[in-house]
T-cell receptor, first 113, second 112 residues
Framework: RKEVEQDPGPFNVPEGATVAFNCTYS??????FFWYRQDCRKEPKLLMS???SGNEDGRFTAQLNRASQYISLLIRDSKLSDSATYLC??????????????FGKGTKLSVKP | EAGVAQSPRYKIIEKRQSVAFWCNPI?????LYWYQQILGQGPKLLIQ????????DSQLPKDRFSAERLKGVDSTLKIQPAKLEDSAVYLC??????????FGPGTRLTVT
């Protein structure tokens, strides 16, 4: 089983739609979780962290379910500029602030006018 | 603030040739990472440096890949000899902590 698995996508949605991405991780000891965004032929950039209590940033909401080892990202009122690949990321910790990122394959979102 | 710099941006080589990539991290970032991103996949960590020491190189194909970070700043990643399956984007990232990594623009390698 892969360490981080995501919906295969692609997701093709009209502007204004609500879209949700799911992600599961295999290592129950994982401590930290993120969503990164990667535009076509660009580098990944941090979108938001994911907390057990859930967190919201404007139109974006991230949720973590530790019991199910499941992470989600909800995008409301999709914009054309949201078109990108969304990468689910889990940290493999070494201790302290050290560790490295384990990336999922990514889910491609295409928002159409 | 200047971001992570990488060069070259693109490289085309024939299989069995050698290639080297260079990375200059954000000033003050002690941790530097090299990732390989194959088309349609997420980035995969190749090697992680803390200053000029290696923290994790468990996924680096050491028979052909090598990396160094002299003086704890710039880093180079080398492939010798290259194989067709090495075609990918090589991303360098740096961070103060693992919780937010900053990626460079990447080097797109094509092996023919």
């Amino acid at each position: 089983r892969k360490e981080v698995e995501q919906d295969p996508g692609p997701f093709n949605v009209p502007e204004g739609a609500t879209v949700a991405f799911n992600c599961t991780y295999s290592n129950s000891a994982s401590q930290s979780f993120f969503w990164y965004r990667q535009d076509c032929r660009k580098e990944p950039k941090l979108l938001m962290s994911v907390y057990s209590s859930g967190n919201e940033d404007g139109r974006f909401t991230a949720q973590l379910n530790r019991a199910s080892q499941y992470i989600s990202l909800l995008i409301r009122d999709s914009k054309l500029s949201d078109s990108a690949t969304y990468l689910c990321v889990v940290i493999k910790n070494y201790g302290g602030s050290q560790g490295n990122l384990i990336f999922g394959k990514g889910t491609k979102l295409s928002v159409k006018p | 603030e200047a971001g992570v710099a990488q060069s070259p941006r693109y490289k085309i080589i024939e299989k069995r040739q050698s290639v080297a990539f260079w990375c200059n991290p954000i000033s003050g970032h002690a941790t530097l990472y090299w990732y390989q991103q194959i088309l349609g996949q997420g980035p995969k960590l190749l090697i992680q440096f803390q200053n000029n020491g290696v923290v994790d190189d468990s996924q680096l194909p050491k028979d052909r890949f090598s990396a160094e970070r002299l003086k704890g700043v710039d880093s180079t990643l080398k492939i010798q000899p290259a194989k067709l399956e090495d075609s990918a984007v090589y991303l360098c990232a740096s961070s103060l902590s693992v919780y937010e990594q900053y990626f460079g623009p990447g080097t797109r390698l094509t092996v023919t």
